[in-house]
């Protein structure tokens, strides 16, 4: 098992569960892997992972839901996990910007791209720049996405 997870967690933490089901076809078997506890992420920040060569950055917006995307920068490739986090600025003139409560972006340390954690694409590009978005659950306190 290549899974690297910073917390001390119970036996729970490598546990892996195949599901083979209609979301599946034509992208092979899925499976769920148990990244952290609940409460090891508090809400604002974000961790990496490594689930065998991938790199997953977790993200727990400031209202406390969990989205896990890739962790390098689909421009140039830095880790996304020296950047930052936090909510949209938004406006619909110059010189009139607010934070969007709904919306979550990571920002890139190398050259300011943003990611829309939700969806993977950044604002200033959608249909051509975007990071990979995975799903995730929390079971019992445990935090696991669908790779
Ligand atoms: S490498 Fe991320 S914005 Fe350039």
Not at 48 to 56: D, T
Not at 80 to 90: A, C
Request: contains cysteine; hydrophobic residues 35%.
């Amino acid at each position: 098992m290549d899974d690297y997870c910073p917390a001390n967690l119970s036996a729970r933490k490598h546990r892996s569960h195949r599901v083979v089901g209609p979301n599946t076809i034509g992208r092979g078997t899925m499976e769920r892997k148990t990244l952290c506890k609940q409460t090891d992420l508090p809400p604002g920040q974000m961790r990496q992972f490594q689930i065998g060569r991938r790199g997953i950055l977790l993200v727990r917006d400031e209202a406390g839901e969990f989205h896990a995307v890739a962790a390098e920068c689909a421009h140039q490739g830095a880790r996304l996990v020296h950047g930052q986090v936090e909510r949209m600025w938004v406006g619909e003139h110059v010189g009139e910007a607010h934070q969007d409560e709904q919306r979550t972006v990571v920002i890139c340390p190398w050259h300011n791209y943003e990611f829309d954690v939700a969806t993977g694409e950044s604002p200033c590009d959608p249909e051509r720049l975007r990071i990979q978005t995975y799903r995730v659950e929390v079971n019992e306190g445990h935090v696991d996405i669908w790779v």
